[in-house]
């Protein structure tokens, strides 16, 4: 069947996929250079010549790609992705920011800070040291995989019923994210199927909701259980940490270290508005949503912007 391109978002990024997809590097080096322009609308500036040049371009090499069984020449080198780096910002970017987008891009489908570094300790060294982690959202959900690729026992608490941090909590309306999706998940668990640049939250707390069931990090979690408050004890070098589970009662958990991941979305503040008790209608805050109201018809005050 004839293949077709009708509409290709962004010209200097399709052209440096192009770069992985054929080897070619001189698709970064020859006569087309973007111009990056942040409110801009992605084609960096290119002609209507130089545009439909690329995508026909980009037509053959994905019939190549097909034709000779969907594989892939050998992985640019470091060098040529610093060259393609540059030609999607449209300026020359420093050298060390190389291992990062090395990092984000997981070229060969690896997780390139996966821990490896205590593999060598004996596990008699690790059985008796314990870390509890404070929050279940997306810090404590990668801390929690890094821990257990670590060997390192650990606990989380999270007040919340589920994991996804702010992503659990805030359901308003339009609720979604500020950064593009791909930018906004873990760089070794890349999600190809968002169906938005800026996805909505039931989305995103799907995400992470995948996340730590693929990774069976749920029977270290405890949910419904609220800090209370985290001491140090020097002379043992241990936490003690007081919290509240679900039925009120107070518990003690006793660890080697604590590690907080209680990000900054999920505790709502609430203005002090004289008043506000004899106020006779509904009133929230939007990071506790409630949905069983209905704003239709309704005149509606929004504090706060």
Known sequence: NDMKIQRVGALPSLIASLVHLTGDESLVTGDIKPVYDFFGDG???LTPEQIERTKARALDALK????????LPPQPSLDTVHKMMNFVAGVEIPAHY?????EELALEGSDLKAVHSLEAL????????????????????????RLKQAGISFTVVDKNSD??????VNGYPGCRVDNPNHLYSYSFEPNHDWPYHFSTQPLLWKYFQGVADKYNLRPNIRFQTEVIDSAYDESRAMWTTRVRTKDGKEEKIVSNAVITAVGQL??????????????????????????SVDLKGKRVASIGT
């Open 98 to 102: 190389v291992p990062f987008l090395e």
């Open 122 to 145: 004996p596990p008699s060294r690790k059985k008796d040291f314990h870390v509890l982690v404070i929050g279940a959202g997306m810090s404590g959900l990668l801390v929690s995989i």
């Open 266 to 291: 999920s505790r709502p503040r609430l203005p002090d508005i004289k008043g506000v008790e004899t106020f006779k209608g509904k009133w929230f805050h939007s990071a506790e949503w409630d949905h």
């Open 43 to 45: 084609q960096g500036g």
């Open 163 to 168: 994991v996804g941090g702010t992503w659990m």
């Open 64 to 71: 190549a790609y097909r034709d000779r069984g969907s594989k």
